[in-house]
């Protein structure tokens, strides 16, 4: 276990709880977390731009507001002015902001279920990053509310997805992230594992940002376990000032 790793799991409680509204990397970069709003009827969605998510693990880079409907799990942007949006009703959204070579801000949005995070979509994203010249060890991370472990029980084919290689867990990391429940059913941390990748890529633990509300069992949050589809979703948006 690396000790970057090791201080991760010892800091994992006094990980900050990030605001609804908040800034990054000095003041350069706003974020905001949005509860429970009408899919693509309530205006804050107006002046986002946001993709048709579809558990994968496709990064899109947006340059206007109508880089709108490509299919995609994630967004990346070097332009100010533009707020990126992620959806969620359960899954984990992930918010980054960085600079890139040159020392300008980018930012970026992660929409993350258990199939892209088994898929490797952070690691990618991490790895896209880098290739821009970003010090990853100096981008700044939100992880939004997203459903906790004791809520979402799934199939042991959760587990084995998150064995394969481009998920790049460890055994300890995946043990920490999986439990046995009142039924003996197996549960599941989304959370825990998206820290872990990050983690893994070079973030450091301190510009890590955890929320640790759960969507089902936090009414005011949307939540797809707990009410089904209802035409609303959580909202996660970055923007560059």
Known sequence: MSSQ???????????????????LLEGQVSYGLAANLATNQDTSWADVVHLKQVHGV???EVSRLTDQGKEGDGL???QSGLRLGIKTADCVPILLATRNGRGTPLVAGIHAGWRGLAQ???P??????SQRGCQLSQTEVVIGPHVCASHYEVGIEVLEAMTHPKAGLADWQLAIATCRGPKNKWHFDPGAVALSQLCNGGI?????QRSLI???ENSAWASYRRDGRTGTSNLAWIEIK
């Open 124 to 129: 990618l994203l991490l790895q896209n990053l």
């Open 214 to 216: 759960c969507t089902v």
């Open 76 to 78: 990346i942007t070097p």
């Open 120 to 122: 490797g979509i952070i």
């Open 5 to 23: 790793l090791q201080t991760t799991l010892a800091e994992w409680p006094q990980l900050g709880e990030p605001k609804q509204q908040g800034e």
């Open 58 to 60: 496709d990064v899109e």
């Open 204 to 208: 450091k633990s301190s510009n890590i």
